[in-house]
């Protein structure tokens, strides 16, 4: 049989960048994509001038790790900064109400009332608290005040995650946050002593997407794999043998099969739940058992006549209490330039998600019209858009609901049971490409430690 070093199951940004790490390392891998294309949930689609994000439209680091490896890879060349714009919404009693982005601007925002105002600064005064259990809406409640969960960070969790703040895990979805909180007593304090020492090592916080959409992230990436990566291999079975797993494929030409001395398993979590079925039955179940948001992204494009309201800006999140449809909005034409023909706007907007689960079984042709009728009257539009795409997601985003943080340890303990098999995808460790990219460093650095390769020696297997 066919021996491999690593192989990787499933071709998402998790798998490539997986690979792309243990290639540079000197470490034999192969990557193994059902689809016929890799990517996963990224992929850019350009129609009648319009470029639109099946996904993720754009990648927020600050992280060195994620700087480096877009250096390494040459990624860094195709990067397109958004443009800086100070200027993001709020839905506040279901109009837009814009956010002010500094300490001064925020005592005069209408968005917060007195006492909301003089709740945020008691923060450094807040005893440490809560623990390992605490959901994101008790830990904000708990050192900011009920304010600032409902207008500003419960948005942000319901907004771009697709989750319920009273039920997403606050040590899992801000572990940043939580760690401040632990390590310093507060916020103000942690953020203080953090701002002093690490001034000179922290990457600027940034913003960007790729020449081409991000679609480019990833196809850089399987051109600089080439050989290591098969498509259309649908993996439907994974067995133990000796020190190491057989793996068996679905492909156009029949089944294929090969032994791995390690097994990376980067398919959403119901598949490898599924796959390690009949080896594992307490993994198992702590993989079938994570939720997972729908979510439908409508792009609209519009003429610019047609919208009174400036749409400059990054666009606005919904608080989870207001009353609209819509969970955000991002105005693409204001945030990267060329994604549209002249003089038309292209709004991305998001529904469904723990908001409105139901929605992703709306037709399309319901889902436009919804959006449209509330943009309509939060933005001022007449008539109707002269585009629409929509990007459907049964399985969108993983929800890191309930006590997370215990079930990520727990599906560790039991990987760890396992000689050579590890998970890497978007239900462990933060479902950002920016967590994914660190991620997959973290364990291409394991792997390679295991192999010996990081020393310039490979181990024997088979
Ligand atoms: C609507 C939306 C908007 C988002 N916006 C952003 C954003 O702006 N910025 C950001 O950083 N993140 C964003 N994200 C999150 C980010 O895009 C995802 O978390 C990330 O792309 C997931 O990558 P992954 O590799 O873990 O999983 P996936 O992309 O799901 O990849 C899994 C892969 O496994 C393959 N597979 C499945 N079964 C098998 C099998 N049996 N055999 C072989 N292969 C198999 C699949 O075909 C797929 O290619 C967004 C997500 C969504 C849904």
Redesign the pocket.
């Known amino acids: 049989m066919r021996q491999v070093e690593t192989l990787i199951?499933?071709?998402?940004?998790?798998?490539?960048?997986t690979a792309w790490y243990l290639n540079q390392q000197g470490n034999e891998v192969e990557l193994?994509?059902?689809?016929s294309r890799?990517?996963?949930?990224?992929a850019t689609h350009c129609n009648e001038g319009f470029t639109t994000?099946?996904?993720?439209?754009?990648?927020?680091n600050f992280r060195p790790e994620v700087t480096q490896f877009l250096n390494k890879s040459g990624l860094n060349e195709h990067k397109i900064l958004r443009t800086p714009t100070s200027k993001r919404y709020l839905i506040h009693n279901g109009k837009l109400q814009q956010l002010p982005m500094k300490m001064a601007g925020m005592v005069f925002s209408p968005l917060w009332s007195l006492s909301g105002k003089l709740r945020l600064f008691l923060e450094p005064f807040i005893f440490k608290g809560g623990g390992e259990h605490e959901s994101i809406a008790d830990f904000i409640r708990r050192r900011l005040g009920n304010e600032m969960l409902d207008k500003a960070l419960g948005a942000y969790i319901s907004g771009?995650l697709?989750s319920d703040p009273e039920l997403a895990d606050s040590y899992s979805v801000l572990p940043h946050l939580t760690a401040l909180e632990q390590r310093y007593g507060s916020f103000t304090a942690g953020i203080f002593v953090r701002k002093i020492l690490n001034r000179k090592t922290a990457s600027v916080a940034e913003g960007f997407s790729f020449q081409g959409g991000?679609t480019t992230l990833v196809q850089q990436l399987t051109q600089q794999l080439n050989d290591c990566i098969h498509t259309d291999?649908?993996?439907?079975k994974i067995s133990v043998y000796k020190k190491g797993w057989i793996i068996k494929?679905k492909t156009a030409s029949g089944e294929t099969s090969c032994f791995a001395k390690n097994l990376i398993l980067?398919?959403?979590a119901p598949?490898a739940a599924e796959?390690i079925k009949p080896i594992n039955h307490e993994l198992h179940q702590l993989l079938a058992d994570i939720q997972y948001a729908s979510?439908?992204?409508v792009h609209l494009g519009f003429h610019r006549k047609q919208i009174k309201h400036p749409v400059s800006g990054t666009g606005f999140l919904t608080p989870f209490k207001e009353k609209l449809t819509l969970n955000g909005s991002?105005w693409i034409h204001s945030l990267f330039s060329q994604r549209t023909p002249k003089d038309h706007l292209l709004l991305s907007n998001?529904l469904g998600g723990s908001r409105h689960p139901e929605s992703i079984d709306w037709s399309n042709e319901k889902k436009i019209n919804v959006v449209t009728e509330e943009l309509r009257h939060l933005l001022g539009i007449t008539g109707n858009p002269v585009w629409a795409r929509v990007?459907s997601?049964v399985?969108?985003?993983?929800l890191y609901h309930g006590r997370y943080t215990v079930r990520q340890h727990a599906i560790q303990r039991q990987l760890a049971s396992m000689s050579g098999l590890y998970c890497?995808?978007?239900?462990l460790g933060g479902?950002?490409?920016?967590?994914?990219i660190i991620r997959a460093e973290q364990l291409a650095t394991t792997i390679a430690h295991r192999n010996g390769s990081l020393y310039g020696a490979r181990a024997e297997y088979g």
């Open positions: 199951i499933g071709g998402g940004i998790s798998g490539l960048a193994w994509e059902s689809n890799t990517g996963g949930k990224i994000e099946q996904a993720a439209s754009m990648v927020l771009t697709a991000m291999y649908k993996v439907t494929a980067s398919t959403p598949v796959l979510l439908s992204v991002m998001y990007d997601h399985q969108a985003l993983p890497q995808a978007n239900y479902v950002s490409i920016r967590d994914r």
